[in-house]
Each structure stands twice: as structure tokens, then as C-alpha cells.
């Protein structure tokens, strides 16, 4: 080893330094040989190891399920409120886990599949048999009262005018939510006033809308005295511009809106007409109600008195118009009267009824801000891609409701018509238009 090391010392650098190279090549050829050999021979495998709780783990997996039983609604419905009361317990130990599991229940068809996770979180848990003595206390109360198969509690929505009208509107989603972006209201208000409006014309023009409504399930769009599927009025579409632009007003919505509803033309009547008689493209009918909403909003709460957090107020007074919001405390739900059914309603009622009942909260969810100031203004290409969203349909001719209809009328002697040519037998009141 000694005359090895020697011999080394004497020998060149470069000899020296590919010596050392071919060493360590050498080695590196070694290792990886080695290294395939054990690999061969099975000494790198992870033979793994039984789970202590596999046993348990196999008794929730083997849960009973629903698969291939006809089960009627009924039934279906009394597994759901056990289920619910199992996460009641559940919820006095562990409330994230307890919300989380709900909160995956609610996207599932199948109620068993709480017991399962529900089972599988046992694994961890301490308190089992006090949550089990909870469940089973709350499913003796539960089974004490017998399961009721009712339609809807709301009347107005027990009938099949809702379903009708829930599919109609689910079209518009994306522009409601849309709508709701850009003027800083939160969808679910928009939606409220629509039904409101969408009820009132589906039972005071009811066969026309059991021919039109129910089969097609679109929603309809006013084109006389009150304008798109909100029944906004020209006059108070002009006053929501206006309130864009006057940074005096009660009604501002901030500098970063005052673009929001500019127009194209110079003929803003006809182009405002049209905005809100499209009936291929309801956009500017849900900005203009954003904007109503949010503005009559700001008005009472400069006055002093925050309705932010009352939609029945503000589905009240986007119904009476800007002429009737009158700050002042202890406001009252009202707006015109709605016969459905053999019940009467008011607009505001309605709306209140479908904000919280819980219908569509999967599209239009309850937002803890249901009004947020915009954190940039409008630039001119967003205000561009707004105004593009004009559709090239046909629309009625603007005027055509102060006209006499003349087929009608022919041989009608006692037909009131003014100077102006308007049949007043055929005018609609305006206490039963909205906005």
C-alpha cells in the first residue's frame, strides 16, 4: 500500500487528477450495481403495515346505502332530519367538523352519506358515546312528531307558476350576477324585485302566460307604460342617469359609477327604450334595478337611517319609484297589491318571501356585504363591453301604448279616445304598474 502511495506522489498532475477520475467513476459504477441488486432482490420494498383501525374503517365503508331502493320522499326527508340532528351533536364537540360535513351533505343526494362521514370522524373522537346518547335523544324528539308531506309554505310559491318562473330566471344567472358586480348590489336583491315584478304580470295577464311563460319558461319583457323584465319607467330609468352624474345628489353612487350607463348615441330615448325592451339580453333592465337599489339605499342612509339590511323596504320603494322614498324611521313593507291565487300580496312581501326562503341560494347566495362601493372606476373599454351587450332584436315601437288600437275598436261608439289618440278604456292604471 506503501510503494502504491509513492508511486502515485511521483507520477504527474494530470495523471494524478485522471487516477482520482477513474477511482470515483469506479465507485459511482459500484453503488449503482449494488443499489439494482437490492432492488432485485426486494430489500427496498415497503411491504406496508394493517391499519390498527381497519376493522372500523371497513364498517363505515360497508354502511348501508340507498343504492337500488325506491324510497318515497317522505321517507327520504325523515333520514335528512336524523342526519341533521346526528350534526346538532356532532356540532356541540366539534363545530368545524360538524360544518364542514354539512356543508358537503348539502351537495349530495344521498342523506346516509352523513352517518358515513360522520362515522369516520369517530375514529378521533373521544366523546362518541355522548355525541351517540346525544343523536339518539334528538331522534326520539324528532320521531315523536309525525313527518309531513306539504308543499311549499309559501303559498304564491306552492303553485306552478314558480317553478316556471325559478327556470326563467335561472337563464339570466350570469347577468343578474353580472348586474350585481357592477353596481355594488348584492344578485339576490336584483332577483327579489324581478320576481316581484315577473308574479304581478303573470296573474294580471294570466292565460297569455300559461300559454307563453309556462311552456317556454322565459321571462316576460314589458314594452308599454313600464319597460324590460323589471318594469322600470322611462322617467325613472332618466332619473338613475341623472344620479350617475350629480355628485350633489342624495342619490350618488361615487365617482367610480358615473360611467356605468353612458350611452352610444345622442338619441338617448330611443337608445334608453332600448336597453330595457331587449328581449334577447336583460343586462341593462338588472343594472338599472342594481342601480335603483343602491341609490335609494344611500339616500336613506345619509338621511340617517341604514335599510341595508331590510329587503323588504328596498323591494318597497324600488316598487313606489323615487317619488315616494321618503327617509324616515320605522319604514313600513308595502308597494302595490298582487292577487295570487285567492291570496292578496304587496309587492314588497313577495320579495321579502323569496330573499329568505332559501330558493335558488346555490345562483344567488346571501352576501354578509349586500352593498360594496366599487374599488375602480369604469374604464372606457368596461363601459364599451357593457354597451355591447345591446341585442339586435326587434323591438316594439316605442309610443305604440298611447295609440288606438283600432282593430279592437272599430264599431266601439262609446271607446273615450282623447286628442292625443289614447283609448283610456284600454289605458292599465298606473297604481298596477311597478316602477
Not at 211 to 232: A, D, E, T
Amino acid at each position: 500500500m506503501k510503494k502504491i502511495w509513492l508511486e502515485f506522489k511521483q507520477r504527474p498532475v494530470w495523471r494524478k487528477i485522471c487516477d482520482i477520475l477513474l477511482v470515483l467513476f469506479a465507485l459511482a459504477g459500484a453503488a449503482i450495481i449494488g443499489a439494482w441488486g437490492l432492488y432485485q432482490l426486494g430489500v427496498t420494498n415497503n411491504r406496508g403495515a394493517v391499519d390498527k383501525n381497519y376493522r372500523y374503517l371497513m364498517s363505515v365503508s360497508e354502511i348501508k346505502d340507498l343504492k337500488g331502493k325506491k324510497l318515497t320522499q317522505q321517507q327520504i326527508d325523515e333520514m335528512w332530519a336524523l342526519q341533521y340532528g346526528r350534526l346538532a351533536a356532532m356540532a356541540r364537540f366539534y363545530p368545524e367538523n360538524a360544518r364542514l360535513i354539512l356543508r358537503a351533505a348539502q351537495f349530495s343526494d344521498d342523506p346516509l352519506v352523513v352517518d358515513r362521514m360522520v362515522a369516520a370522524a369517530g375514529i378521533y373522537m373521544e366523546e362518541n358515546d355522548s355525541i351517540e346518547r346525544m343523536a339518539d335523544a334528538v331522534a326520539k324528539v324528532l320521531n315523536s312528531v309525525p313527518q309531513q308531506q306539504r308543499g311549499n309554505i309559501i303559498p304564491w310559491m306552492d303553485g306552478p307558476e314558480w317553478p316556471a318562473l325559478r327556470d326563467a330566471i335561472t337563464r339570466d344567472t350570469a347577468l343578474i350576477r353580472e348586474a350585481g358586480r357592477l353596481t355594488g348590489v348584492e344578485p339576490r336583491l336584483i332577483v327579489g324585485c324581478l320576481i316581484g315584478e315577473q308574479i304581478r304580470l303573470f296573474n294580471s295577464k294570466r292565460e297569455m302566460f300559461k300559454k307563453y311563460l309556462g311552456p317556454v319558461k322565459v321571462l316576460s319583457v314589458q314594452s308599454q307604460f313600464s319597460y324590460g323584465v323589471n318594469g322600470i319607467k322611462d322617467f325613472t330609468a332618466e332619473a338613475v342617469e341623472q344620479h350617475l352624474k350629480d355628485p350633489t345628489s342624495e342619490y350618488y353612487m361615487g365617482a367610480a359609477y358615473e360611467h356605468l350607463l353612458d350611452f352610444e348615441t345622442d338619441d338617448h330615448v330611443t337608445e334608453r327604450y332600448n336597453r330595457l325592451v331587449d328581449y334577447r339580453n336583460h343586462l341593462y333592465s338588472y343594472i338599472y334595478t342594481g342601480c335603483i337599489l343602491h341609490q335609494t339605499m344611500l339616500q336613506w342612509r345619509r338621511a340617517g337611517y341604514d335599510i341595508s339590511d331590510r329587503p323588504d323596504i328596498l323591494f318597497t320603494l324600488f316598487n313606489v319609484g323615487f317619488s315616494q322614498s321618503v327617509p324616515k324611521p320605522n319604514p313600513v313593507a308595502g308597494g302595490s297589491h298582487i292577487k295570487v291565487g285567492d291570496r292578496d300580496y304587496t309587492f314588497g312581501a313577495i320579495g321579502f318571501d323569496f330573499y329568505y326562503s332559501g330558493e335558488m341560494a346555490d345562483a344567488f347566495p346571501f352576501q354578509r356585504q349586500r352593498f360594496k362601493q366599487a374599488e375602480r372606476a369604469l374604464t372606457p373599454e368596461d363601459v364599451a363591453r357593457i354597451q355591447q351587450n345591446m341585442s339586435d332584436c326587434t323591438r316594439p315601437e316605442r309610443g305604440l301604448e298611447y295609440r288606438r288600437d283600432s282593430s279592437q275598436n272599430a264599431g266601439n261608439t262609446n271607446a273615450e279616445v282623447d286628442q292625443y289618440g289614447i283609448d283610456h278604456e284600454k289605458v292599465v292604471p298606473m297604481e298596477h304598474t311597478a316602477q
